[in-house]
């Protein structure tokens, strides 16, 4: 089929998906609300639209989990034990009981007894006859059976990082920078390790590698061997990094916090993956000769089953290769067993999953979609489970039949179903039923699974499945009734094929009381950044502000670029060495099909967005003539200036890419801008730094423009307070109304709520 191109070099195709989208039903009411900011964003007045659902669910076993406590509930205990398929629950924690023991302990007051007896921040052990109490950097070990409480540490340091071993014996943490170990049967302590230092991480992960690697949020840096005698841990060594020093400035005297932060270009921290025996003695470090002049990147830690290997990842400083090795646990001899190459970057995808024959399951995105490949202990393919356009997001694992669960794209890129399939990669099996976005938590033997789902207009409900996909029962409805008394815009999803042909998932909210005769200001959220979807089936708190917007009479766009598609890694490649470019060109693809729609305002058009979503808007705003106003907020505006590992994935380092740094950094182009624009930062963002806003402001005074700027003292990349959060809904709606001034305006005071 040949496609024909438009003066705007667009194809106007479109798939509009016209059924009203979700699963609540309208409920008549003699009078419908409207929302406002003070319904969503008021630390008061605001409405939980979310409803309530259980978290923290832990399967115990084949039979029964662990439900956390949640507000309301009229179980006092801070953990309940849930008989999987009657729904039986039994309060793990007698509360008087335990309340009682604490207040014994002279270091506990009673008031702080009471909090800490109905708290859910305990750490279990994986048999559930004790649990580890953390309060005031002390650590106590409760046995609940017998209500006995003991102190485990007389140190002051701070104890993070808390794990409790597979068997039950042992609980390792993190003080003063080296790894500990506290033998709970004996209820005594040692420390592994002997030489951490601020700046020599024992088990403790560094900032770029919490956020870049391991997981936002995510500090530990350690791995218990399955039969708890060993632990892996990784080594940081952050002498060579450069600080950077984020300040708060309310007190008097402003006091500063330095975070190691390697930006592109700088020295990554140094790393070495150690062994030790959990009861203490010499590390065996693991032989990474090979590496060293790679500058290593360590990405994924784990063992095999039988604890006799570490098993570990591997990659070079710019992400262009990954190696999939074991280390022997007694020398540290590696073994390679794969290594994955691309046409730009790999993504680390998850560990192995080892099989009782000594083959594994790998996840892998070789072909451009990440799928999985049977291999065996020599990296060899034994068979290609899953293939196609579309992609495997989590793997669950493999029955006692030879049956893999997963969790994938094949039904729709929008959304994430729960399949099956077996190791041969046949009979492929859908186990969802309903159509949106479900995550699985499978029991040990996968014999059930906890299902959670959403869809955009149907917050979070979770259910109990067999393995078939077959309902078992219901564990939360969640109806959410606050959303029956409002009426709200319903979204549509489309699809527009950009010039190259590729088809880019899109969402729109019309106005309440559409009129096709009128013409409609329209608000543009982005996100652009690669991998990470906007577009998507899925409950999102997000959709309700969006859903406001309509209200006052604006056309609500999300565009999925391209690269932020979530259509396999092939669909990101494009973007390698020079953001920026290719995500405007399919912005202004998109455009063009928007603007073929006879109700929109070419010159009332607006674009929001936040992390890169910022960076987007800074950098559309100096690049193109199409948008006439934009909010760009936490936004990278010189890549030099952003982390190491993250930037040099898709950028290469500055020394081996420097015009595409240039290029692709609005701060350089900001004699260009056009439309209104408003800049918006935290002062003590430890992500993207202040820096990036300042650096910017300071290039467009240079050049004689005008913006607006809001500064949040004492917040982060994320507002610190819901006050701060209203805050800045109040400022970008104001900014939008004052810039767009839509035709319509809902009869309703956008910030304070009659009722």
Same mark, same amino acid.
């Given at each position: ?78 953990? +309940?034990?849930? &008989?999987?398929?009657?729904?039986? !629950?039994?309060? @793990?924690? %007698?509360?008087?009981?335990? =309340? *009682? ?90 420390? +592994?390790?002997? &030489?951490?230092?601020?700046?020599? !991480?024992?088990? @403790?992960? %560094?900032?770029?590698?919490? =956020? *870049? ?543």
């Amino acid at each position: 089929m040949t496609l024909k191109l438009s003066a705007r070099h667009i194809v106007a195709w479109v798939v509009t998906m016209t059924a009203t989208i979700g699963g609540l039903a309208p409920v008549t009411h003699a009078q419908q609300n409207v929302l406002t900011l003070a319904d969503l964003y008021d630390p008061d007045r605001r409405i939980d639209f979310d409803g309530s659902v259980p978290t923290g669910l832990t399967w115990l076993d084949n039979d029964t989990y662990i439900a956390k406590r949640l507000a309301g509930d009229p179980f006092e205990s801070p953990f +309940v034990r849930v &008989d999987a398929i009657s729904g039986e !629950r039994t309060a @793990l924690i %007698d509360v008087d009981s335990f =309340e *009682e023991t604490l207040r014994m302990l002279p270091s506990i007051s009673q008031a702080d007894a009471r909090d800490l007896a109905r708290s859910t921040n305990h750490l279990l052990d994986p048999s559930l006859a004790s649990m580890v109490v953390k309060h005031a950097n002390t650590l106590y070990h409760f046995d609940i059976e017998n209500n006995q409480i003991n102190t485990l540490t007389q140190t002051v340091g701070e104890k993070s990082e808390l794990s409790i071993s597979p068997n039950g014996e042992f609980l390792a943490f993190i003080e003063n920078h080296n790894l500990v170990v506290a033998d709970l049967t004996q209820q005594r302590t040692h420390t +592994v390790t002997t &030489d951490g230092s601020p700046r020599v !991480r024992n088990g @403790l992960l %560094d900032w770029v590698y919490q =956020e *870049e690697i391991y997981g936002r949020g995510n500090f530990r840096g350690y791995w218990w061997s399955p039969d708890s005698t060993r632990i892996a841990y990784l080594q940081l060594d952050d002498r060579d990094v450069p600080s950077f020093p984020v300040i708060d400035h309310m007190p008097y005297h402003p006091s500063i916090k330095e975070w190691e932060y390697p930006k592109a270009g700088d020295p990554n921290p140094a790393v070495r993956l150690g062994i030790v025996n959990a009861k203490g003695g010499q590390t065996t470090w693991v032989i990474l000769d090979r590496y060293q002049s790679v500058e290593p990147l360590i990405v994924d830690v784990g063992w095999t089953p039988d604890s006799r290997d570490v098993v570990f990842q591997v990659q070079d400083r710019e992400q262009t290769w990954l190696d999939l090795n074991t280390a022997n646990r007694l020398n540290g001899t590696v073994t390679r067993i794969l290594r994955e190459t691309s046409e730009a970057w790999v993504n680390v995808l998850g560990p192995p999953l080892w099989l009782d024959d000594g083959t594994a399951v790998w996840t892998s995105e070789r072909s451009g979609w990440s799928h999985l490949y049977h291999i065996d202990r020599t990296g060899k393919t034994l068979k290609e489970i899953t293939s196609g356009n579309w992609e495997v997001r989590a793997l669950h694992g493999i029955d006692k039949d030879g049956l893999v669960y997963f969790s994938g794209t094949k039904r729709s890129h929008l959304g994430l179903d729960i399949y099956r399939i077996d190791l041969s990669g046949n009979d492929r099996r859908l186990l969802s039923t309903t159509t949106g976005t479900h995550s699985a938590q499978f029991n040990p033997s996968l014999t059930l699974y906890i299902d959670r789902w959403s869809d955009i207009a149907t917050p979070p409900q979770v259910r109990l499945h067999d393995s078939t996909g077959t309902n078992v029962r219901t564990i939360a409805n969640n109806p959410a009734t606050h959303l029956t008394e409002y009426t709200l815009p319903k979204p549509e999803f489309h699809q527009v094929r950009n010039r190259d042909g590729f088809v880019m998932e899109a969402l729109m909210i019309k106005p309440e009381n559409f009129d096709p005769t009128q013409q409609y200001p329209v608000y543009q959220h982005i996100y652009g950044g690669p991998h990470l979807q906007r577009v998507r089936n899925a409950w999102s708190a997000e959709t309700l502000f969006w859903q406001l917007l309509a209200q006052q009479g604006i056309v609500v766009w999300v565009l999925d670029n391209s690269t932020a598609s979530g259509k396999g890694a092939v669909s990101t490649w494009p973007v390698y060495q020079r953001f920026g470019e290719l995500e405007l060109r399919d912005l202004e693809d998109g455009l063009d099909w928007l603007l073929e729609q006879s109700f929109i305002d070419r010159d009332r058009i607006g674009i929001e967005g936040w992390s890169y979503g910022g960076y987007m808007v800074s950098y559309v705003l100096t690049h193109s003539k199409r948008w006439s106003m934009g909010i760009a907020g936490g936004s990278v505006t010189d890549w030099r200036d952003y982390d190491s590992i993250y930037t040099e994935r898709y950028m290469r380092t500055p020394e081996h890419n420097s015009n595409g740094y240039r290029q692709s950094s609005p701060r350089f182009n900001a004699s260009s801008l056009y439309g209104n624009l408003l800049l918006v930062h935290g002062s003590m963002d430890e992500n993207v730094h202040m820096q990036n806003t300042l650096q910017f402001a300071y290039a467009l005074q240079d050049a004689g423009k005008s913006f607006e700027m809001m500064i949040y003292p004492k917040s982060t990349h994320r507002l610190g307070t819901p006050a701060l959060e209203y805050h800045r809904r109040k400022k970008m709606l104001a900014f939008i109304l004052e810039h767009l001034t839509p035709v319509h305006s809902a009869d309703t005071n956008t910030d304070n709520s009659s009722r």
